[in-house]
């Protein structure tokens, strides 16, 4: 996760693993709205964009229930 100032906002670009099954649309946009939420009650600053990038889908382990 990296964050760079960009006028006086930040940019943060995060990469995600979804769990097999899960929507990614919904859990990506969940993402984003903690992410932002998190960091501007934490830090005090404004955050511009989240960035989020599902890089794989997690499949469910055999012999697991």
Not at 14 to 22: D, L, S, T, W
């Amino acid at each position: 996760t990296c964050a760079l100032p960009i006028c006086d906002a930040l940019r943060i670009d995060c990469e995600i693993v979804a769990q097999f099954g899960q929507p990614v649309f919904v859990l990506a946009r969940n993402v984003q709205e903690h992410v932002k939420s998190c960091v501007e009650s934490l830090t005090g600053l404004s955050v511009a964009q989240v960035n989020v990038n599902v890089s794989g889908i997690a499949l469910p382990r055999e012999g697991k229930k």
